[in-house]
């Protein structure tokens, strides 16, 4: 089962904000906090898919955007270690 681009636009945004809301201080605007939103979704998936789970497109909506946020949560992490930004 895969995901229109509407789906990915609504799991971007939501796991952009959940991110934001968990990693305090990861914030990046709305724009961008989808955009990590949905990048962390192609990491989720690829972690995942290698856990042997499936990746973020092999599931429904809600479990989509919790791999996503994952990733998001990831990816908020990475770039908070290149960039020196620190959660608060």
């Not at 998936?45 to 973020?56: K, P, S």
């Amino acid at each position: 089962m895969g995901h229109g681009i509407i789906a990915w636009i609504i799991i971007g945004i939501v796991a952009g904000w959940l991110t934001g809301k968990i990693m305090k201080g990861g914030g990046y605007g709305m724009l961008l906090d989808m955009v990590i939103g949905l990048i962390g979704a192609v990491i989720g998936g690829e972690i995942f898919r290698a856990l042997g789970y499936g990746g973020t497109g092999d599931h429904g909506l809600i479990v989509s955007i919790i791999i996503a946020t994952i990733g998001a949560v990831i990816l908020t992490f990475i770039i908070h270690l290149f960039t020196g930004r620190k959660s608060v």
